[in-house]
């Protein structure tokens, strides 16, 4: 399971993110400058950070260059109230995405996807996560794709969703008109050729 460190004052935020972020790992919670770095010192292997612009004793950019200096690859988001110019440069420059509030799930999966795939090398979850996102694919659509990629049988799926064979078949079709492909093991093979 991922780690994660949630810098933030506000607590509606904070258990906002910690909802979308508890079913892949585990999160802690800074609320300013000081805690953040007491944490970020503490020794925990960080898999990823969520981090606000504005603390109320200083800035999360700050918090977030400090945090380079131990986890230089550790997948990051920079989030903010508002869009400015500074702020989007600097987290560029800090190799951390930058993400305007609100933000849920949708928001959230580009960096869910680098921490999972650091995490666990998973590349077919990354590959899945790709799939949804291009071609804006149902929760049961995606789960489709992924189940072909790691290779499962359709009867083994079947049996798994208690999905009735018509009904997959609909879901297939529908998986296979969006992405523009004639059957799902074409589709496999393309997603997991394709650059992370």
């Given at each position: 399971m991922a780690s994660f460190l949630i810098?933030?004052?506000?607590e509606f935020v904070r258990q906002a993110l910690t909802t979308?972020?508890?079913r892949y790992g585990v999160c802690r919670a800074a609320v300013s400058v000081t805690d953040a770095e007491e944490h970020i010192a503490s020794g925990t292997e960080w898999d990823g950070f969520l981090i606000d612009v504005r603390l109320g004793d200083g800035s999360g950019l700050d918090v977030l260059a400090t945090a380079r200096r131990a986890y230089a690859d550790t997948p990051a988001v920079?989030?903010?109230g508002s869009l400015d110019r500074e702020s989007v440069n600097r987290a560029a420059a800090l190799g951390a995405r930058f993400i305007c509030k609100p933000c849920g799930t949708e928001e959230l999966a580009p960096f869910l996807s680098?921490?999972?795939t650091r995490t666990t090398g998973d590349r077919i979850y990354a590959a899945t996560e790709r799939a949804r996102h291009r071609w804006m694919l149902s929760p049961r659509e995606a789960e489709i794709v992924e189940?072909?990629?790691r290779g499962r049988a359709r009867d083994e799926y079947l049996a798994a969703t208690q999905m009735s064979v018509n009904t997959f078949k609909t879901h297939v079709r529908k998986l296979l008109e969006k992405a523009d492909y004639e059957n799902l093991?074409?589709?496999a093979i393309d997603l997991l050729s394709q650059q992370d």
């Open positions: 810098v933030d004052d506000s979308v972020l508890h920079v989030l903010s680098d921490v999972l189940a072909t990629l093991s074409s589709l």
